[in-house]
């Protein structure tokens, strides 16, 4: 049988003369829930997410450096993992800005990623998928507004002012090279050639007051627009969020056309224009409801020792190495903003894993569509599997000879799916791609080792692949496609394998209840046709 299973106050502006003021945007912060309309900012998602019981604030000081963190950790490893707000850095004076700490954002919770993709938090992980699937083919371009308007420029510093040591910028991990702020938020760049706006999540690196590194690894866009300047001797602009509605890391964490901003897929998601507003010391245009926004400028050649980092794998990423050096020109906040903080580490406590499940999914089965293959009935890309990069598993109705072999020959190539993963395994339709029970059964009794398993090598990996020795080797990689459909030769004469009734089913649920028997019963969508 086929279960699916859920992976289940302000503060008064600042009085010092460096920063610029004007009053909050009262608009911006009433509850989207009680004007019927979709989330906007990061608040309205908290309040969201408070009102499935999901948020944990913690009042008592706690230190920035491995504390916060580690209560991140071990808080992603409980049912159900809840966000977590530090409201106060311990033995740290901020200079007045009131800042706030968020981990654990999405974490493995199925409901938070779906408030923040803007579904039913009670949604099953397939129809989640289908859903956002369906949402990715709708682009709505991002819509500019005034500065008068943003609540992103209710305080901003320029110049000598600009002091990073001022924010409770966390240290991750005991081996961390530095402090990382917000590591996954969206990273702000224009290709130098056509002048479309990238919003991409990168870890940056604090390099002292008014420096940040930017690690890119090869084939990115951001680093690709960086090349590209710097071959002709350009300077580029860059901004970064460091607080932000986690929609941009669901987004930005994604490959998608060069020519067309995720800023559009975020709007697609959101059925609403995302609010932009042009920056004060760049052409770029920002998030105008972010909680913290630097603006700065890269300068041809400017590169310092960056890393190394607890990243996505769950290992350190590569030995410290040069990055591109960001000069920051501006740094602008909200009253008492709120910088969100997302840890990579180990599933269930990587950030990136759960979402990455829900939109990398949703990206492979459209390429599967634009490609026109028939008979796809699930995709997957597990958040076990290194944050969700690592494996993805098809679920297909056979229709023709070698169906399972290009379904997984493509899996392993499409834009949505080819960077990193290693494993891909293609299952047939009864087999529900979420549930991993289901599909190493699939594995150990509908696949022959022997018969059933290829290698791709010379394909697209990352310099963060700790398998890889000596990292020379590196962004390198390899994929292993595994067939565990039924053999198609065969298909009709296979054993049939057991499966219930679907008028016993149906009994057994109505009476749940009745018989006092525990949780909810599982969904079963593929039953007996010959009872």
């Known amino acids: 049988m086929v279960a699916l299973f859920a992976v289940g106050g302000q503060t008064p502006p600042t009085t010092d003369e460096s920063r610029e003021q004007r009053p909050m945007n009262d608009t911006s912060t009433k509850s989207a829930k009680s004007r019927n309309e979709p989330i906007q900012d990061l608040r309205q998602w908290l309040e969201a997410v408070d009102d499935i019981g999901e948020l944990v604030r913690v009042s008592e000081p706690v230190s920035r450096d491995q504390e916060m963190s580690a209560i991140g950790y071990l808080l992603a490893k409980q049912q159900p993992s809840p966000t977590v707000m530090f409201e106060k850095a311990e033995n740290f004076d901020d200079g007045g800005i009131g ?271 634009k490609l026109g293959i028939a008979g796809i009935q699930g995709v997957y890309c597990h958040p076990a599997a290194a944050g969700g990069w690592g494996m993805t598993c098809v679920s297909i109705e056979q229709r023709y000879a070698g169906h399972a072999a290009q379904v997984l020959a493509l899996a392993a190539q499409v834009p949505g799916g080819a960077y990193y993963t290693k494993w891909i395994v293609a299952v047939d339709e009864d087999i529900d791609p979420c549930d991993m029970d289901q599909v190493i059964w699939a594995m150990s009794t509908r696949s022959n080792p022997v018969d059933d398993v290829e290698i791709l090598k010379n394909t697209w990996s990352t310099q963060l692949d700790p398998s890889q020795y000596p990292p020379e080797n590196r962004p390198y990689g390899s994929k292993c496609l595994i067939n565990a459909c039924k053999d198609h030769k065969h298909i009709k004469e296979y054993s049939k394998r057991t499966m219930l009734s679907e008028d016993v089913y149906n009994k057994v649920v109505s009476d749940w209840d009745r018989l006092g028997l525990p949780g909810q019963p599982p969904l079963v969508r593929h039953f007996e046709k010959d009872a």
């Open 99 to 369: 800042a706030r700490l968020l981990w654990n954002l999405a974490g493995p919770s199925l409901k938070r990623i779906a408030i923040t993709l803007g579904e039913d938090p009670e949604m099953h992980t397939i129809e989640l998928i289908q859903k956002v699937k369906t949402k990715l083919m709708q682009r709505i371009p991002p819509r500019e507004i005034s500065a008068e308007e943003a609540p992103i420029f209710e305080n901003t510093l320029t110049g000598d002012d600009i002091d990073l040591d001022k924010l409770p910028i966390p240290i991750h991990w005991p081996l961390d090279g530095g402090r990382y702020p917000g590591t996954a938020d969206c990273v702000i760049t224009r290709d130098p050639d056509t002048g479309y706006l990238n919003v991409g999540t990168y870890r940056m690196m604090q390099q002292g007051k008014r420096h940040s590194g930017l690690y890119l690894s090869p084939g990115k866009d951001a680093r690709l627009h960086i090349e590209r300047a710097w071959e002709r001797g350009e300077s580029i602009e860059v901004a970064a969020a460091w607080g932000v509605d986690p929609i941009f890391m669901l987004v930005g964490s994604q490959g998608f056309p060069k020519n067309i901003s995720e800023y559009e897929f975020i709007g697609g998601i959101r059925d609403q224009a995302v609010s932009v507003v042009k920056g004060k010391t760049t052409d770029l245009l920002i998030p105008a409801n972010a909680e913290m926004v630097i603006e700065g400028v890269l300068k041809p050649g400017a590169m310092k020792g960056e890393g190394p980092f607890g990243e996505f794998t769950g290992y350190y990423g590569r030995p410290e190495g040069d990055a591109p050096l960001i000069e920051i020109t501006a740094l602008h906040h909200r009253n008492q903003p709120i910088m969100t903080n997302a840890l990579m580490a180990d599933y269930p406590s990587c950030e990136q894993s759960g979402f990455f499940a829900i939109i990398r999914s949703a990206r492979v089965w459209n390429d599967f569509d």
